[in-house]
């Protein structure tokens, strides 16, 4: 079974940047399109970026212009780098499949961002 290991979260302050990666135990992504999911305290889980196999990227209008995500395929890893962070950003940020319905959920990486 794939999992999916995301790292890369912390405290921050408003304006500043952080890099998510996920690393999955096996390949999964040279043949799906992956993406940058996000849970914020009392709210549903929604997908903020993701990125097709041939590398194009669409973006939720909340963090467009300022996060990039991107693939390597060859070391099974997906990141998000984010910039110009806001507190509204603040959540648990998951991996997985666009669309989903394959690996089961990671434990996620913890985002706050503080104004």
Do not use: H
């Amino acid at each position: 079974q794939v999992q999916l290991v995301e790292s890369g979260g912390g405290l921050v302050q408003a304006g500043g940047s952080l890099r998510l990666s996920c690393a999955a135990s096996r390949s999964i992504f040279s043949i799906n399109a992956m993406g940058w999911y996000r849970q914020a305290p009392g709210k549903q889980r929604e997908l903020v970026a993701r990125i097709t196999t041939a590398g194009s990227t669409v973006y939720a209008d909340s963090v467009k212009g300022r996060f990039t995500i991107s693939r390597d395929n060859a070391k099974n890893t997906v990141y998000l780098q984010m910039n110009s962070l806001k507190p509204e950003d603040t959540a648990v940020y998951y991996c997985n499949t666009v669309p989903l319905g394959g690996p089961r959920w990671g434990r996620g990486t913890l985002v706050t961002v503080s104004s």
